[in-house]
């Protein structure tokens, strides 16, 4: 089974904290994504990356960086948490390939900054 | 851009019955794939089914069949004979054939009354 794994579940942190959210797939894809899911807004896409050290910006990039070093693991930064930035926050991963095209999602991680 | 619009907020059916969600996206590929995924309560996002654009066969999975109309851009997901676990958040998403991106609606809730 492909596994996508984010690093936790639940994350509590203060505003101006600099938060790491990890992601580790274990299926050699090129890709993978960071997602923000919002009630009535869906998934937003912050960023991805296609492979290791690229990145490109989603539609909304700002406040975000990320850091691909490896091909299997992706990480999501907030630079300074503020509270706007509450919310769940979904990895996922994918091939490149013609079979094998669907998106395979972690768990979410359930972010509160206070 | 391409769009994914699904106008169905909440949808409720009862257990045994049948329920179709709607979704309509918008592109000016001709190649691509479409997907609904389902998150329940505990946030696993999984995929439901897949369709790949230049097949005219509609996709079934078990309970799960697709309505794919090319030409309007439409991509409905039917639920036949509900089952409580059915309960969930439901998203159409579009990836394009030669792209590594997904587009995500912004989801159905659909709940199931026993």
């Known amino acids: 089974d492909v596994k996508v794994t984010q690093s936790s579940r639940y994350l509590v942190k203060r505003t101006g904290e600099k938060v790491f959210l990890e992601c580790v797939q274990d299926?050699?894809?090129?890709?993978m994504f960071w997602y923000r899911q919002d009630p009535g807004l869906g998934l937003r896409l912050i960023y991805f990356?296609?492979?290791?050290?690229?990145?490109e910006k989603g539609d909304i990039p700002e406040g975000y960086s990320v850091s691909r070093e490896k091909k299997e693991r992706f990480s999501l930064i907030l630079e300074s948490a503020s509270t706007n930035q509450t919310s769940m926050y979904l990895c996922?991963?994918?091939?490149?390939?013609?079979?094998?095209?669907?998106?395979?999602f972690g768990q979410g991680t359930r972010l509160t900054v206070v | 851009a391409q769009t994914v619009t699904q106008s169905q907020p909440e949808m409720s059916v009862q257990e045994a019955e049948t329920v179709t969600l709607s979704c309509t996206y918008d592109t000016s590929e001709s190649d691509y794939y479409l997907f609904w995924y389902k998150q329940p309560p505990s946030r696993q996002m999984i995929l439901v089914i897949r369709?790949?654009?230049?097949?005219?066969q509609n996709a079934t999975e078990n309970r799960f069949s697709v309505n794919f109309q090319k030409a309007a851009k439409s991509f409905s997901l039917k639920i036949s004979d509900s089952q409580l676990g059915d309960a969930a958040m439901y998203f159409c998403?579009?990836?394009?054939?030669?792209?590594?991106?997904?587009?995500f609606g912004t989801g159905t809730s659909l709940t199931v009354i026993p």
């Open positions: 998403a579009y990836r394009p054939y030669t792209g590594n991106q997904f587009y």
């Open positions: 299926m050699d894809h090129e890709n």
């Open positions: 369709q790949e654009a230049y097949k005219q």
């Open positions: 990356s296609y492979d290791v050290k690229m990145k």
């Open positions: 996922a991963s994918s091939a490149f390939d013609r079979m094998n095209t669907e998106a395979f």
